[in-house]
């Protein structure tokens, strides 16, 4: 029938207009995002790392990159190694969370925000330092241990070193979490204490 189209469009347009929008003004107002939300920011534990780029050889893309270099501080125990390079280019990670499955210490996570847009790519690329500075708001993906303590890093509290790890028992958290380090308990990052202490 002739203007049988036209009406059922202006009825689309009718009920939409009755409706209550579906839309958010982004960023005066924002969706909630489950805790296990992969951003793109990371949350690396320094204190954790052993330096052993599982997180680089694991990235089906190879834009993790990891330098290390002996601190000479546990020559004995096989000696530790300090982190002179942590980079992740972010322009052409795909978030597959790859990384974070391989890392056997629980010193890598998802990121929870979504905001690092840059301009230039080479902006892109988180360094060890903006690792290092970071507040550390984990994602829960793969870290099941944040499942079971309910956490949610977009209203919770930034998550230090002692916080984010699977370890069950005191002789386990005294020997292996944090044994790279012995900077004092730093809530959700910031610099180590001059001394070292
Ligand atoms: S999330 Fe995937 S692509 Fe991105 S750095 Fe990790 S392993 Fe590589
Ligand atoms: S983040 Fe994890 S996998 Fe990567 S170097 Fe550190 S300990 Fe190894």
Redesign the pocket.
């Known amino acids: 029938m002739y203007g049988f189209g036209l009406a059922k469009g202006l009825m689309v347009t009718l009920k939409n207009f009755i409706n209550p929008p579906f839309t958010t003004q982004y960023p005066e107002e924002r969706l909630p995002q489950h805790p296990r939300f992969?951003g793109e920011e990371?949350a690396w534990y320094e204190e954790r790392c052993t330096g052993c780029a599982s997180?680089a050889k694991?990235?089906?893309?190879?834009?993790?990159k990891i330098v290390t270099s002996p601190s000479e501080t546990a020559i004995l125990e096989g000696d530790k190694y300090n982190i002179d390079v942590f980079d992740?280019?972010?322009g052409?990670?795909?978030?597959?969370?790859?990384?974070?499955e391989?890392c056997p210490y629980d010193a890598l996570f998802?990121g929870s925000g979504f905001e690092r847009g840059r301009y230039q790519r080479e902006e892109l690329v988180i360094g060890v330092d903006e690792l290092r500075e970071a507040v550390k708001r984990p994602s829960s993906w793969f870290r099941p241990q944040l499942e079971e303590a309910q956490y949610d890093p977009h209203t919770g509290e930034p998550l230090a070193w002692e916080e984010v790890g699977r370890e069950q028992w005191p002789w386990h958290q005294g020997e292996k979490a944090g044994a790279r380090i012995d900077w004092r308990p730093r809530r959700g990052g910031g610099e180590p204490p001059e001394d070292g202490a």
């Open positions: 992969r990371f997180c694991y990235c089906p893309l190879g834009i993790i992740i280019d972010i052409r990670c795909m978030f597959c969370g790859l990384c974070v391989a998802m």
